[in-house]
């Protein structure tokens, strides 16, 4: 079992960046995928991005090009840089986890999450 505990939101302008983290309890981190989602106000959850054990990655068409993620396995973080950022960024972003081999960008194959940062963009 993991916990997961993100930090680094906050509001930006519009241009910004932030960088979110994620930090994981537990010794088997490695054993993880991670991804980040996302929650406006009245919308669905949405896929971000997801980094495989490997370190392989996948991005969310909306992100590709801004945001990157990446992973520390010997300091048990995930990390979301976000970078050029615009109003419709602006949600709370979360970090799941799932013990697994390859990427997973559906919301229902993580067991584990993270409470939320808020991200705001203002324009």
């Known amino acids: 079992q993991v916990q997961l505990v993100e930090s680094g939101g906050g509001l930006v302008q519009a241009g910004g960046s932030l960088r979110l983290s994620c930090a994981a309890s537990?010794?088997?981190?490695?054993?993880?995928?991670m991804g980040w989602f996302r929650q406006a106000p009245g919308k669905e959850r949405e896929f971000v991005a997801s980094?495989?054990?490997?370190?392989?990655?996948y991005y969310a068409d909306s992100v590709k090009g801004r945001f990157t993620i990446s992973r520390d396995n010997a300091k048990n973080t995930v990390s979301l840089q976000m970078n050029s950022l615009n109003p419709e960024d602006s949600a709370v972003y979360y970090c799941?986890?799932?013990?697994?081999?390859?990427?997973?960008?559906?919301?229902?194959?993580?067991?584990?999450w993270g409470q939320g940062t808020q991200v705001s963009v203002s324009s």
């Open positions: 799941a986890a799932v013990i697994g081999l390859g990427l997973f960008i559906r919301s229902s194959q993580y067991g584990y």
């Open positions: 980094i495989s054990r490997s370190a392989n990655t």
């Open positions: 537990g010794r088997t981190f490695s054993s993880y995928a």
